[in-house]
C-alpha cells in the first residue's frame, strides 16, 4: 500500500498529482529548483525539497531525486509526464533503491520511450510507419544523406523526448544544418539526450491517439480515440473525443480489435 510519493516534477502537473494523492489520502512529496520557490505545487505538497541547480537540470538528476525520496520516507515516486517519465534508467533506479515507481515497467518505457526502437517493434508487426532514419542521427552528413532519400519536407524529432520538444520541420536543404543543431540542443536539454532522428513530414495530418491503460496483474483497457490535431509548435492544444474525422468502420474495427490482449503484450 502507497503511503507517500514523491512527485518527480513541477507545475500544473505536479498539483494533478497532489490532487489525486489527497483524494486517496496519500501524503506528497515535493521537489524544486530555485526558480520555481514560489511555485503552487511546493504550497499544495506535504512536504517539499530544493534541489539548488540548473531549474531544467534538477528535474533530471534523478540520484538527488531518489535520495530525496528516501529521505523523506516516499516509498512510491510519480514523474509526471517529461522529464524524466520515459527514461528507463530512472525507473530501474527507482526499483533498485526499493521505491515503486508510478508507471510502465523499464523494458516498456525503454521500447517506446526511445522512439526509433518503437518504430523498429511496429515495423516487425507488420504495421506502416513514416518512412525516416532507422537509427538516431548525430552527424549532419548523414542527416543530408536521409533527407535526400526521403525527400523535403522532413522532420527532426528528439529520439528520446516528446511533448513536441527537440522537434524541427525543414522545408529545404538550407535550413537542415541550423535546425538539425538547434533540435539536439533542446533534446539534450530537456530529456538528458540529444538523439535525433528524421521523418518524412506530413502536413496537415490527421493525429489520432488511443490510449491504452494496463496493471501488472494483466488487466488492459482502452479509452477510446481522441483527435488531437489541433496543436501549436507540436504541442497539442485541444483534444476532441470522440474524433469526428475517423471513420465509424474504423472505429468499430478498432475497438473489435483492442478486446484481444494478446495483441497488447505482443509489445512487450
Not at 100 to 124: C, L, N
Not at 131 to 144: E, M, R, T
Request: hydrophobic share 40%; glycine share 8%.
Amino acid at each position: 500500500m502507497i503511503k507517500k510519493v514523491l512527485i518527480a516534477n513541477r507545475g500544473e502537473v505536479a498539483v494533478r498529482i497532489i490532487r489525486a494523492c489527497k483524494e486517496l489520502d496519500i501524503k506528497t512529496v515535493a521537489i524544486y529548483s530555485e526558480a520555481d520557490m514560489n511555485s503552487l505545487h511546493i504550497k499544495k505538497a506535504d512536504e517539499a525539497y530544493l534541489i539548488p541547480m540548473d531549474p531544467i537540470k534538477a528535474y533530471l538528476d534523478y540520484n538527488k531525486i531518489i535520495n530525496i525520496a528516501k529521505q523523506s520516507g516516499a516509498d512510491a515516486i510519480h514523474p509526471g509526464y517529461g522529464f524524466l517519465s520515459e527514461n528507463h534508467e530512472f525507473a530501474q533506479a527507482c526499483i533498485d533503491a526499493g521505491l515503486t515507481f508510478i508507471g510502465p515497467t523499464p523494458e516498456q518505457i525503454e521500447t517506446f520511450g526511445d522512439k526509433v526502437k518503437a518504430k523498429k517493434v511496429m515495423k516487425s508487426l507488420g504495421l506502416p510507419v513514416v518512412p525516416g532514419s532507422d537509427d538516431p542521427i548525430d552527424k549532419l552528413d548523414d542527416a543530408y544523406d536521409i533527407a535526400e532519400c526521403i525527400g523535403y519536407p522532413i522532420i527532426l524529432k528528439a529520439a528520446y523526448g516528446g511533448g513536441g520538444r527537440g522537434m524541427r520541420v525543414v522545408y529545404k536543404k538550407e535550413d537542415l544544418k541550423s535546425n538539425f543543431e538547434s533540435a539536439r540542443k533542446e533534446s539534450l536539454a530537456f530529456f538528458g539526450k540529444g538523439d535525433i532522428f528524421i521523418e518524412k513530414y506530413i502536413q496537415r495530418p490527421k493525429h489520432i491517439e488511443v490510449q491504452i491503460l494496463a496493471d501488472k496483474y494483466g488487466n488492459v483497457v482502452h479509452l477510446g480515440e481522441r483527435d488531437c490535431s489541433i496543436q501549436r509548435r507540436h504541442q497539442k492544444i485541444i483534444e476532441i473525443t470522440p474524433s469526428p474525422k475517423l471513420d465509424k468502420n474504423v472505429r468499430i474495427k478498432k475497438r473489435i480489435g483492442s478486446t484481444r490482449r494478446d495483441w497488447f503484450f505482443k509489445f512487450y
